[in-house]
């Protein structure tokens, strides 16, 4: 059950100190807390509960801004607990009437808020906060576009023949693919096998006591077992040979352990053991058949491979780039329009990106009324389907034709494509700011569900941060040019006289 109330900020002389004093108005988080859209985000929350029965739940401003502060200053949550009772500027920005030096929720809390705020509409969220900025930022962008130093935009003919219609479509969006990795070891087939049997071992241990304890506890040696797989963890560059012999051990013992268990489960019940046992105990099964597969066919892949046994979620990405021909996380399509990111989709399993171009463009056209002049995209977006489409809605999508290139090529053409590539260096700045500042690159949640909202929160306060930025600049630029206006005025006067 939710108490409703009026989730607008009261005002700064009304927060109460514990010491007196006031608030100060320039704090970032009292300008923050003006941009967020409190009454969407606190009737999105009430939704969750009931308004009849049970006890009275935290409102969704509290909720919420707990999230955002974490995302902010990448605390754990512990810490986000702690600094929000010790900082006033905090509790101001969670809607508080008041300075309190007792925590607000238990640091557990912070799960179940991330279950409560999915990552769709968190990504809703991010598009309603920054849609209201294009008309105007649109119409102060057109006037560089017609700079005459500028090379005139290709033609149909020189670029995949597009016919361009310049009156009616507007902007540029600029759209690619990343991946958010997870919080987990670098994946080995020895060391999953390895995990796999120590937490079967574990659930023997607590079934064991529970039976009628007859016999041994595993039909192996454990010692045995341990030694088999530091031989080959312990070894800089094992032979391939050695590896699979181990791998075959290890696989037998897993086997030994899951025929255990069975039988002590007969014995002592199915509910003995927890539903996260029996989770774990699922996925190693799916594990040790995947593994064995793999072991006998002598191949190195096979469909929704389990890397990690605390997220089997999570599947390899193959990225292909220098340093990291794999990633294990979740992948992410997002776009970049006037400056904010906006994800698109979220999914741990691999997709191509080339075929998201229509949707995102299509929805482009949805939030402004018409499509964009220009997709600025890598080379894996220029398919015959999306030169298609774009050549449709007279859109120029960036990038050299398909086929063999020209022996001389057109040089305003070249340099357009230059200048293209340079703008287009603007998502990739936007994921190095993410993942450096925000830990985009490493999400820690380790729930499916909440390791997307993680995600989509880091890249809503990336753009926090961004407007900010940007408000500041355009209240100076005012200042600039009130202070040109008042200083050419009195030159003119002095002239005058």
């Given at each position: 059950m939710i108490r409703k109330k009026n989730p607008n900020q009261q005002y700064l002389e009304e927060f109460k100190m514990q010491f007196g004093g006031?608030?100060?108005?320039?704090?970032?988080?009292?300008?923050?807390?003006?941009?967020i859209p409190w009454e969407i985000i606190e009737d999105e929350y009430s939704k969750k509960f009931s308004n009849e029965c049970g006890a009275y739940a935290l409102s969704g401003r509290i909720a919420f801004g707990a999230l955002f502060i974490q995302s902010l200053t990448g605390l754990t949550d512990r810490e986000v607990v702690k600094h929000i009772s010790e900082n006033a500027y905090m509790q101001y920005f969670l809607g508080l009437s008041e300075f309190?030096?007792?925590?607000?929720?238990?640091?557990?809390?912070?799960?179940?808020?991330r279950?409560?705020?999915?990552?769709?509409?968190?990504?809703?969220?991010?598009?309603?906060?920054?849609?209201?900025?294009?008309?105007?930022?649109?119409d102060e962008n057109n006037?560089?576009?017609?700079?005459?130093?500028?090379?005139?935009?290709?033609?149909?003919?020189?670029n995949s023949n597009i016919e361009t219609k310049t009156t009616e479509n507007k902007g540029k969006l600029i759209m690619d693919a990343t991946v958010a990795p997870a919080d987990i070891r670098y994946p080995?087939?020895?060391?999953?096998?390895?995990?796999?049997?120590?937490?079967?071992?574990?659930?023997?241990?607590?079934?064991?006591?529970?039976?009628?304890?007859?016999?041994?506890?595993?039909?192996?040696s454990r010692k045995k077992a341990r030694k088999e797989y530091l031989t080959i963890a312990k070894q800089k560059k094992p032979r391939i040979a050695k590896i699979r012999r181990t791998i075959k051990q290890q696989l037998e013992y897993i086997k030994k352990d899951i025929d255990t268990i069975g039988r002590l489960m007969m014995q002592a019940g199915a509910e003995t053991l927890p539903e996260k046992r029996i989770a774990r105990l699922m996925t190693i099964c799916e594990v040790h058949r995947q593994q064995y597969r793999m072991s006998k066919s002598k191949n190195h892949s096979c469909e929704d491979r389990i890397v990690s046994l605390r997220q089997p979620h999570v599947r390899p990405i193959v990225r292909g780039k220098a340093g990291k021909p794999y990633e294990f996380g979740?992948?992410?399509?997002?776009?970049v329009v006037e400056g904010y990111t906006f994800l698109d989709r979220q999914s741990y399993d691999n997709f191509n990106e080339s075929t998201r171009l229509v949707e995102i463009?299509?929805?482009?056209?949805?939030?402004?009324?018409?499509?964009?002049?220009?997709?600025?995209?890598?080379?894996?977006?220029?398919?015959?389907?999306?030169?298609?489409?774009?050549?449709?809605h007279g859109i120029r999508l960036s990038g050299p034709k398909l086929g063999r290139p020209k022996k001389n090529p057109d040089k305003a053409e070249k340099r357009y494509m230059a200048r293209d590539n340079a703008e287009r260096n603007i998502i990739e700045g936007r994921f190095g700011v993410v993942k450096r500042r925000f830990g985009f690159g490493l999400i820690m949640a380790y729930l499916p569900e909440t390791g997307l909202t993680e995600a989509a929160m880091k890249v809503l306060c990336m753009n926090v941060m961004i407007k900010i930025k940007r408000d500041i600049k355009i209240f100076f630029n005012f200042l600039k040019q009130r202070f040109i206006i008042v200083f050419?005025?009195?030159?003119?006067?002095?002239?005058?006289?």
């Open positions: 006031k608030l100060r108005k320039d704090n970032r988080w009292i300008k923050k807390s003006e941009m309190t030096d007792e925590p607000l929720f238990d640091a557990s809390m912070m799960t179940h808020f279950k409560r705020f999915s990552a769709d509409f968190i990504n809703r969220i991010n598009e309603a906060m920054f849609e209201p900025e294009s008309e105007k930022l649109l006037p560089n576009d017609k700079d005459n130093n500028k090379p005139d935009p290709p033609s149909a003919s020189s080995s087939d020895i060391s999953i096998l390895n995990e796999s049997r120590e937490n079967l071992e574990q659930m023997i241990e607590e079934l064991w006591l529970r039976g009628d304890r007859k016999g041994h506890k595993t039909d192996y979740q992948k992410i399509s997002a776009a463009t299509e929805r482009y056209k949805t939030r402004y009324g018409y499509y964009p002049e220009a997709v600025l995209a890598d080379k894996i977006y220029r398919n015959r389907t999306n030169l298609s489409y774009c050549k449709e050419s005025a009195i030159f003119v006067f002095l002239l005058g006289m």
